[in-house]
T-cell receptor, first 111, second 114 residues
């Protein structure tokens, strides 16, 4: 069956460091992969989208990689800040626009 | 900035009652979705809606669920006879073009079935 796993339920890092979150999937052939941020009690907020033929995408302090051979995406936040503390969701899109989400990784950035 | 709005923010209902969750998607968007998130679990797809009909639905979206776009602006999710396990956050989302574009989510309706 199809499965999406995000590396850990929680990740604690110090302010200024780079946070790296992992998304692995099996039995999928996604056309696109998206990353969202979710704060407690709120809806997901879109961050980045990467296509299957793209290796890397950047937006300000965010970077996403997508390796369709390893079936893995890495999400990096450089120079992390306490305001980056949230749950980050990986979502796969097979190309029909419906998203399949992972459970998310809760990131806590300490001052 | 345009946003997806959902009402109510919190709905408490008795088991067996019907509920209607309302959403106003972003005005020029064409694809509409309902997702749900049970407390502590992942966001799950329920249904997608395009061109005034359901384009895809998950196994969660059984005969108790229905969606409607009654007036060209609102998008509703109806649960006919609520069960305790329907308690969750329900998120409405819209996209401008479907695949390869970001989804804009509303703030959600917390449904509590007692």
């Amino acid at each position: 069956s199809q499965k999406i796993e995000q590396n850990s339920e929680a990740l604690n890092i110090q302010e200024g460091k780079t946070a790296t979150l992992t998304c692995n999937y099996t039995n999928y052939s996604p056309a696109y992969l998206q990353w969202y941020r979710q704060d407690p009690g709120r809806g997901p907020v879109f961050l980045l989208l990467i296509r299957e033929n793209e290796k890397e995408k950047r937006k300000e302090r965010l970077k996403v990689t997508f390796d369709t051979t390893l079936k893995q995406s890495l999400f990096h936040i450089t120079a992390s800040q306490p305001a980056d503390s949230a749950t980050y969701l990986c979502a796969l899109d097979k190309g029909y626009s419906t998203l399949t989400f992972g459970k998310g990784t809760m990131l806590l950035v300490s001052p | 900035e345009p946003e997806v709005t959902q009402t109510p923010s919190h709905q408490v209902t008795q088991m067996g009652q019907e509920v209607i969750l309302r959403c106003v998607p972003i005005s020029n968007h064409l694809y509409f979705y309902w997702y749900r998130q049970i407390l502590g679990q992942k966001v799950e797809f329920l249904v997608s809606f395009y061109n005034n009909e359901i384009s895809e639905k998950s196994e969660i979206f059984d005969d108790q669920f229905s969606v409607e776009r009654p007036d060209g602006s609102n998008f509703t999710l109806k649960i006919r006879s609520t069960k305790l396990e329907d308690s969750a956050m329900y998120f409405c989302a819209s996209m401008s073009e479907g695949a390869n574009t970001e989804a804009f989510f509303g703030q959600g309706t917390r449904l509590t079935v007692v």
